[in-house]
């Protein structure tokens, strides 16, 4: 059946289906629920897959890295070489241009701009401290801790909207002409929370851009680069392959982890940059550590042989995940031709962006949370938390089972269309 | 036999001991050995003694704490209960005190100076950057890696003198009264390189100073605090209890880790600090990081029960780390009584500190370098590197095997006694 547009009923039928749908939402609140879509964090029978890392003990002989090194020790700053070219193999970018980190690649982004505000990066005149001013640029709807963190150092914050191909790029590149921008957030494949992949296009145009700053810099989150959700993933240009042809390698500051290939806290992080950036990072990297958990690298490399290996437990992965978006996916086909909200249909990521009726998304976040279901704040996936048509809500159906997941996204619809519909009704 | 103080000896005695002793340095340089004893670094067959802790395969039910946490995921940021209560017990401080790490507790501190670099730390006015003079206190000799990291934070280093006793307290309170002095490095037990511990007078008067900082901190490196090289260790009285006393709670940042208990590269450290210490910390924390490694914790908290298990551990460390410490001690015996060097019989800790004759440390670092021995580099126990009489050494005795320390010692002994009878016949 055909759906008509909840703006085109009478008002009798407004009401009539806005009733119903209300004692729908109270039948929910009954059962005191208490669910939780809010973080793009995987459940504990995700998290068995990766079982196989932790089920050897290691004798003193599986404590050394090929080169000899002994995991156990003191050293090593930038990580084992077999952990490096397994990031390398991975992510198709060169050896020498990773420094292998600890747990979390939060904690490496945040390493990297503190350190630019304290020494400033390669090519800058000053500490970013010092200078008067600074901006960052944000795509949005984006990564709230991206935005949380810019915000805490000190930067303005640019608001960029997110188009199919990726950030607006007449609006970044109007942007970046200003020398006190000095960075931009970029999540480039299976973005959080949208989902798409920037195109090449895109990608080119963040190589080649003018900026003001001689020292601005893409901070590539590229969390998601082998997330697909099948075997026909998103395809990601390579930037560093692009910035080297305009002569901006060292424009890129690359990150990524196993953190949602093996385990959120237990697994391998890392940064990538230019060899230049590399060297004028270290001097201040022998200071600021003894070096990086290595027989953590160890699990992870003799768990995964090479990038085949990744994939086909990426695939595994897929399977689990799959299933949570598609139960999200299906659920949201309910509001299908009620002119009252747009989704995604990622291939890849762990996020479903919903847009519902402007004005209406805290409203839904409030249905749901009274029916106990625990949504990312309103706001959260734009600067300052500030949603400025309040219609965007991020939806991460990793973390509950399939039956919670069920309900929770069935509740989720029922809400859409009862704040959509008390909205009308108001007018 | 009574040895003869080399200065009492005549030019005739002297230049016939130096050539015996260079003949006896030839020999050991054209064995072209390659020995260090640089670094306070345990070895692997040290590092084996630990080995239990990665002998257990660990399935799904032992990835929970004891609160129920899946330690494979994100969250809990400052450390799973067991972990915290662990190093509670081992150190005699209050479990709220503590936020437990990653597995550097030099990058926790590092972290926590440029945090209060960036935005002060409780009581602050401003960021400590916008100071126009900070200043840091350094106990000398010190740890090398503190004093290179207040240096690159653009601190200017004051030198204080170690005591048998601690830091020279008289000149420390001298020297708090200025408010540009914002904070100061303490190794309160086995200090490196010295290997003494402060006395309770010293921690009182710490703890009870009047500093011209509202601000001030003490960094309190308690790195070897369960290091004792037998049943019969040092005790240092608790600078929190003694803080708390006088209302100075706030002043301490306590560190430590597993490291030199575990693994040194995959041990656990952590920060303590008053509850209102980690409030301020937490809420930049929370941006920082997505939490860290817990299933390190939990190996940790599996193989050791309470602190009775850690004693017991570290006798068994002891074991192995005395005998480092008899060959170093007996080797040095040769230079009793010759008036050319002093050192330290610690009962804990990683170091002997050897003082020799004034303006001599810089030859026997070459003479041994030559030799094919490594030393700590001169000068690095001192801010800036440079050691004003030029005579301190640190051996550190950990890393190399029993036979090689023994040879390595041996030369140590003909360098001192060279580089100090070169000295004396040049007069």
Redesign the interface.
């Given at each position: 059946m055909e759906m008509q547009k909840y703006s085109e009923l009478s008002k009798a039928e407004q009401r009539s289906e806005y009733d119903a749908l209300l004692a729908q939402y109270n039948k929910y609140k009954e059962q005191n629920l208490k669910l939780d879509i809010s973080?793009g964090?995987?459940n504990?029978d995700q998290?068995?897959i990766?079982?196989p890392l932790?089920?050897?003990?290691?004798?003193?002989e599986k404590?050394f890295s090929e080169n000899g090194v002994?995991?156990?020790?003191?050293?090593?700053l930038d990580g084992i070489p077999e952990m490096k070219r397994l990031f390398a193999d991975m992510l198709g970018i060169k050896e020498e241009y990773i420094a292998v980190g600890?747990?979390?690649s939060?904690?490496l982004m945040?390493d990297t701009i503190?350190r630019a505000?304290?020494f400033g990066v390669l090519g800058s005149e000053r500490p970013w401290?010092k200078e008067d001013a600074r901006k960052w640029i944000c795509v949005t709807p984006g990564y709230d801790?991206h935005f949380?963190?810019t915000e805490?150092?000190g930067f303005e914050l640019l608001s960029v909207k997110m188009t199919p191909t990726g950030p607006d790029m007449d609006e970044v590149e109007r942007l970046v002409k200003d020398p006190t921008v000095k960075g931009m957030w970029c999540v480039p494949k299976y973005s959080n929370p949208t989902g798409n992949t920037y195109s090449d296009e895109t990608v080119r145009r963040l190589a080649k851009m003018e900026c003001g700053a001689p020292d601005f810099r893409i901070i590539w989150d590229n969390a998601y680069a082998v997330h697909d959700l099948g075997e026909e993933g998103d395809e990601l240009l390579d930037i560093f392959t692009e910035a080297e042809k305009y002569g901006n390698l060292d424009r890129i500051f690359y990150f990524t982890s196993t953190?949602k290939i093996t385990?959120?806290?237990?697994g391998v992080a890392m940064m990538a940059a230019s060899p230049a950036n590399l060297k004028q990072i270290s001097q201040?990297l022998g200071?600021?550590?003894?070096?990086?958990?290595?027989?953590?690298q160890l699990r992870h490399t003799a768990y995964f042989a090479d990038k085949e290996a990744v994939h086909e437990h990426m695939m595994t992965l897929a399977r689990f995940i799959g299933k949570k978006f598609e139960i999200t996916l299906n659920s949201l086909s309910a509001l299908e031709g009620l002119g009252i909200a747009e989704w995604t249909s990622p291939r890849g990521g762990y996020f479903v962006s919903l847009d519902v009726m402007p004005g209406t998304a805290k409203r839904v976040y409030t249905l749901m949370k009274d029916a106990g279901v625990t949504l990312t704040e309103v706001g959260a996936t734009f600067p300052y938390g500030i949603d400025p048509e309040d219609k965007n809500l991020r939806i991460a159906p990793t973390y509950p089972s399939d039956t919670d997941l069920a309900v929770a996204t069935e509740i989720l619809v029922v809400a859409v269309k009862l704040a959509a519909l008390e909205k009308l009704l108001a007018k």
């Open positions: 973080r964090k995987p504990s998290l068995d990766s079982l932790l089920s050897e003990a290691r004798p003193r404590c002994d995991c156990r020790n003191y050293g090593v600890g747990n979390s939060l904690q945040y503190s505000l304290l401290i801790r949380k963190m805490l150092f953190s385990f959120p806290g237990a201040f200071v600021q550590t003894i070096g990086y958990d290595k027989l953590n």
